[in-house]
């Protein structure tokens, strides 16, 4: 597995790939299960297995957010190892951008919903580092979860919109038993909070509704930010511990849960 770290060496590796199938799995690291679905599925389906780990700061939008961020690198690294993974892709915010932020993709939406809504900028900043991801890696196909859905969607549409060559394929979230989706902000959890946080998922599933989701939520001591139906999925961001969580489950799964 090689790491690069500079933009202008990662290149030089690129043109040597050229007729490989390349699949890619961008990652902002403190890498677990969930990540290691991605990258095991993308090994499967792909001659050469490009993996990123850049904890972009033009996503956040509290500071505290970013600077709580777990940082694993070495951790992350022997995971991708054992993985078989072929090129990691490791660069800093400089090589990044460097120039700051002269140019961002920005969602023309007139009227911004759930991540959007309660994280100014945060799509803006995902799909910015997206873009010159994809164009750095110029993958074939690019793997990611279904537990940041409103992500998924939102990049699936700027492949479209700018003609992107890779292929975007989506994966289901993978959970703990409890239910409880894996982040890596789950890190941040004490073990009771922890503990807690696998009632997202089952007031996802069990409520009839929104309103009976987010009371449920309320009464299990969750802030709650949103819980909304949309894209045949019943999605949620709450706050436990100062920790920010989101979850999603399909519609179809909630029918299936209530047995109707
Ligand atoms: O989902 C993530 O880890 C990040 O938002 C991504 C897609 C790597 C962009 O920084």
Redesign the pocket.
């Known amino acids: 597995m090689r790491v690069w770290t500079t933009i202008p060496a990662w290149r030089e590796r690129r043109r040597e790939l050229s007729g490989s199938r390349i699949g890619f799995v961008?990652?902002?690291g403190a890498l677990h299960r969930g990540h290691a679905a991605l990258v095991e599925r993308c090994r499967r389906e792909n001659d050469i297995v490009v993996v990123s780990i850049?904890v972009?700061p033009s996503?956040f939008n509290e500071i505290a957010d970013l600077k709580n961020y777990p940082q694993t690198l070495d951790s992350d690294l022997r995971l991708l190892e054992q993985l078989g993974v072929d090129e990691v892709l490791a660069p800093t915010a400089q090589e990044m951008y460097p120039n700051g932020y002269r140019l961002r993709v920005v969602p023309v939406d007139k009227a911004p919903v759930m991540e959007a809504a309660f994280r100014p900028g945060f799509l803006e900043g995902?799909l910015t580092?997206?873009l010159k991801l994809f164009n750095l890696v110029r993958a074939d196909r690019a793997y990611?979860g279904e537990k940041?859905y409103q992500?998924l969607r939102a990049v699936a549409d700027l492949a479209e919109e700018f003609f992107c060559a890779t292929e975007i394929l989506p994966c289901p979230t993978v959970r703990e038993a409890s239910g409880l989706a894996l982040s890596s902000r789950n890190a941040r959890l004490s073990s009771e909070g922890r503990a807690r946080a696998a009632a997202i998922f089952e007031a996802l599933t069990s409520a009839a509704g929104v309103d009976e989701a987010r009371r449920l939520l309320e009464a299990r001591g969750f802030t709650v930010e949103y819980v909304e139906e949309r894209w045949g999925r019943r999605l949620a961001a709450v706050v436990i511990e100062a920790v920010r969580l989101i979850d999603n489950v399909s519609l179809e799964e909630v029918r299936h849960a209530s047995g109707t």
């Open positions: 961008p990652t902002m850049f972009n996503q995902v580092v997206v990611f940041d992500q």
